[in-house]
């Protein structure tokens, strides 16, 4: 009787934390829908990363995309509604930061950047989370228009 009791609470817990996540398919279709009715959606781009230790680097998703010379691409960031950390969208060229959604000289966070390419070629994302903690969080890639 006892583990029956025990089964059924069990359950009810899983059932209930189940209800409040966020799916990974909820994020994206929420986060490519804040990127604008300007912006068509191309490629998502999701992380679940851990805390780091102080003493340590903190964790990165890292993703690879081509992009063509004379378009302007948005690039949105969304955490989940559960995520403890606030995540960040980086944009590289090489070893060139060229668009981020937080400036980390004045604090300020953007839900989103335009960039216009002037160079086709390959372009890598980076996604991380303020102060290296934990989350769960989605970069949506959108086309806005040919320049």
Wanted: one cysteine or more; aromatic letters at 12%; glycine letters at 6%.
């Amino acid at each position: 009787m006892k583990n029956i009791i025990v089964a059924i609470v069990l359950a009810l817990f899983f059932i209930h934390s189940n209800v409040n996540a966020q799916s990974p398919e909820q994020l994206v279709r929420i986060c490519s829908s804040s990127a604008g009715t300007d912006a068509t959606y191309l490629k998502d781009f999701q992380v679940q990363l851990e805390q780091s230790n102080p003493d340590q680097r903190p964790p990165f998703g890292k993703f690879s995309v081509v992009l063509q010379k004379n378009t302007k691409y948005r690039f949105t960031i969304c955490n989940s509604e559960d995520s403890p950390g606030k995540a960040i969208l980086q944009l590289f060229d090489a070893n060139r930061l060229l668009g981020s959604s937080y400036n980390a000289a004045t604090g300020k966070e953007y839900k989103s950047f335009n960039f216009p390419c002037t160079k086709t070629g390959v372009y890598h994302i980076f996604i991380s989370f303020q102060e290296g903690k934990s989350g769960s969080g989605c970069g949506i890639l959108s086309f806005v228009k040919k320049m």
